[in-house]
């Protein structure tokens, strides 16, 4: 079931799209399956759970956390993780960058960026990621780079929000790029994180370049 739900879903990707193949909560046997349908890229929310995957699975699977990570545990994945989707704060990057260096790697991140509608919703608005980018103290963090954008639309059936949501990820995206502020720090900006089991077709449409898929290829979870 799960390899032919996985075989689906990348029937339907455009090439330029990566699959992020959202595990939580599901067994390493799970994973294993998935893993030998070819699938290589699996994201994770809590840390510690993402820790015990990670030694019991092939080491060629890149990690990607994608929940909300507290400073306090960053340097539990610092050593293997190979994207962190969900950084929305200038003191979480400098952890990163500090446990990066102590590993003596330079970790990739995606910024969340605010879009959705619910107050509970992580992320920063776009006078904040402006002002993180243009920071003296943003410049000099040496074991971090930033590769792009990441969002989560609001949890609802109304396809037109949705699509509005997308579409200022989408731009913040492209101003970005386009603005001086973000050439040296982050000129490789070229991810744009959305999309998930109900809406990835829809993200895509709007410019998603990485879709997080969890229980449309591994079921619904408890
Ligand atoms: C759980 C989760 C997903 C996957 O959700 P599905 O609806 O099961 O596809 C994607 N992104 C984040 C941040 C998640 O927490």
């Not at 820790?51 to 994608?66: G, N, S, T």
């Not at 539990?76 to 993780?81: C, D, K, M, R």
């Not at 386009?178 to 089991?197: F, H, L, P, Q």
Request: net charge neutral.
């Amino acid at each position: 079931m799960i390899q032919q739900n996985l075989l689906d879903i990348k029937s339907q990707l455009p090439n330029h799209v990566t699959l992020v193949a959202v595990s939580k909560t599901k067994p390493v046997a799970d994973l294993m399956e998935a893993y030998n349908a070819g699938q290589r890229v699996f994201g994770e929310n809590y840390v510690q759970e993402l820790v015990e995957k990670h030694e019991a699975l092939p080491k060629d699977i890149q990690w990607h956390f994608i929940g909300h990570l507290q400073s306090r545990k960053v340097k539990l994945i610092a050593p293997f993780v190979n994207l962190i989707h969900g950084v929305d704060s200038l003191k979480l990057l400098h952890e990163i960058n500090k446990e990066a260096q102590k590993n003596n790697r330079v970790i990739d991140c995606l910024l969340q960026i605010f879009i959705a509608e619910e107050e509970s919703k992580f992320g920063l608005d776009e006078k904040e990621l402006t002002e993180i980018l243009s920071s003296e103290e943003f410049k000099n963090l040496k074991n971090i780079r930033i590769i792009g954008l990441m969002g989560m639309a609001t949890f609802t059936e109304n396809q037109d929000q949705i699509k509005k949501e997308f579409q200022k990820l989408k731009t913040i995206f492209d101003k970005i790029n386009k603005e001086t502020i973000g050439k040296d720090a982050i000129n490789r900006v070229s991810i744009i994180s959305m999309g998930m089991s109900g809406d990835y077709q829809l993200a895509i449409e709007c410019g998603s370049t990485m879709v997080r898929i969890g229980s449309s290829i591994f079921g619904n979870r408890k």
